[in-house]
């Protein structure tokens, strides 16, 4: 016996709006399953290209220090603020940072030398590395998952360092508290600086953009160094 067309019709769509059910379940279960990992993909990308632009400010910063740039000057933090257009670092005047803390960035600017016994016969820095010059530009109290950021490398003690002109530290030849961490000295345990000789140093802090899922680098925040 052939079946009515109005019943093939009929059993279609049913079996149509059966099927169109079941693959709006598979496709929520399939939605919630795989959204965590385009989520963290997403998250790394930026967080890569986040450090990508620090970086940039870490190596703009350092350029101009060589070029002997008084990053004292407003004028000078403003062009390094530029370069970090987007990062959020709030720059001001003078070697300790901007007065109100605000900002998501950190910069910490070291000028390190050498003490050989040519730089100074007898001194209590020889062989040790020294700092000369320290300023900060940025939020100096930034905070990381709760602790302030610090320089990896140590520094001056605050008898010997001018917080408020210059940033340079007194006495670097012959006071201990002008010498930097082991950490510094042993990047240079197999070739070091020249006696007399100076690093230029910039380590950029910055905030996190994201944090998610426990992604060191989005949780940690940036941390970029820059030597010359």
């Known amino acids: 016996m052939q079946r009515n067309p109005l019943e093939k019709r009929s059993s279609f769509r049913r079996r149509r709006h059966s099927q169109g059910g079941t693959e709006v379940v598979e496709f929520v279960i399939f939605f919630w399953l795989t959204f965590p990992g385009f989520l963290w993909m997403f998250v790394t990308g930026m967080n890569f290209v986040y450090m990508d632009k620090v970086n940039d400010v870490a190596l703009a910063a350092d350029l101009m220090v060589v070029k002997n740039q008084d990053m004292t000057l407003q004028g000078s933090q403003d ?42 016969t007898g001194c209590t820095n020889v062989g040790k590395y020294v700092f ?78 994201f944090s998610f899922g426990g992604y060191a680098g989005s949780t940690n925040g940036v941390y970029v160094r820059a030597l010359m």
């Open 79 to 120: 062009i390094i603020s530029r370069v970090a257009t987007g990062l959020n670092l709030v720059t001001g005047s003078g070697p300790n940072g901007n007065s109100g803390g605000t900002g998501n960035g950190l910069l910490v600017l070291s000028t390190v030398q050498y003490i050989g016994t040519t730089t100074c």
């Open 132 to 209: 000369t010059k320290r300023i900060y530009v940025g939020n100096k109290s930034l905070q990381v998952n709760g602790s302030t950021v610090a320089s990896l490398f140590g520094n001056p003690a605050s008898a010997l360092w001018d917080s408020t002109v210059s940033g340079t530290v007194s006495n670097n030849q012959t006071n201990t508290g002008a010498q930097t961490n082991a950490t510094f000295a042993a990047m240079y345990s197999n070739t070091p600086i020249p006696d007399g000789q100076v690093v230029y140093v910039v380590e950029s802090f910055f905030k996190p953009p």
